[in-house]
């Protein structure tokens, strides 16, 4: 069965530094998400991506982040540089031609993010 | 239904009898919802969605009730089985259907 895949699955760094979490989609789909998680709360929104622009962003989403499709199958966060509240588990998901057709959201197995 | 913080709500049962986990969303325009399933240290699994001109779905083992005069939703899961314990979260789509909100999310905890 196809699966969205995370990469890495922890990483730790310290805090200032620049981090990127890659994903690779699902192959067939063209709607791209991250979501973040922080330890015991619910996941929330940061991002959508469609057509190689940001679609929606949240109030989380602030200039520190920035979301890239460098090639034709992977999809990364960069987060520019960290602080300690962005600890957090880091969901990417994809959708295929929007909910509309019958495509639901995916996700992958999430990218745990440390900051020291 | 919802929660704030650290605290989720527990749902506990005993395996074979049927959950009801429940949901409350915010947003009356929302189309298009969907129940998830959590496990620790994993990401969340689609279980089941429903639309909003639909008031019930079922599935293999689960079906989703919306209420949208209350905008209240439902997962009921029956015969419920030790593998069925996890975080269940609701998710609401927005209209543009770029964006998921979760909702806070229930524990379901299934005792042998």
């Known amino acids: 069965e196809p699966e969205v895949t995370q990469t890495p699955s922890h990483q730790v760094t310290q805090m200032g530094q620049e981090v990127i979490l890659r994903c690779v989609p699902i192959?067939?789909?063209?709607?791209f998400y991250w979501y973040r998680q922080i330890l015991g709360q619910k996941v929330e929104f940061l991002v959508s991506f469609y057509n190689n622009e940001i679609s929606e962003k949240s109030e989380i989403f602030d200039d520190q982040f920035s979301v890239e499709r460098p090639d034709g199958s992977n999809f990364t966060l960069k987060i520019r540089s960290t602080k300690l509240e962005d600890s957090a588990m880091y969901f990417c998901?994809?959708?295929?031609?929007?909910?509309?057709?019958?495509?639901?959201?995916?996700f992958g197995e999430g990218s745990w993010l440390t900051v020291v | 239904g919802e929660s704030v913080g650290l605290h989720l709500p527990t749902l506990s049962v005993q395996e074979g009898d049927n959950s009801i986990i429940n949901c409350a969303y915010s947003n009356s325009a929302s189309d298009y919802f969907i129940w998830y399933k959590q496990e620790s240290g994993k990401g969340p699994q689609f279980i089941i969605d429903?639309?909003?001109?639909?008031d019930k779905r079922q599935g293999q083992r689960v079906t989703v009730l919306l209420n949208k005069t209350v905008k209240h939703l439902s997962l009921q899961i029956a015969a419920t089985q030790p593998g069925d314990s996890a975080v269940y979260f609701c998710?609401?789509?927005?209209?543009?259907?770029?964006?998921?909100?979760f909702g806070g999310g229930t524990r379901l905890m299934v005792k042998p």
């Open positions: 998710a609401e789509l927005n209209n543009a259907g770029n964006m998921l909100t």
């Open positions: 192959s067939n789909h063209l709607y």
């Open positions: 998901a994809s959708s295929g031609l929007g909910w509309d057709s019958g495509n639901t959201i995916y």
């Open positions: 429903i639309r909003s001109n639909m």
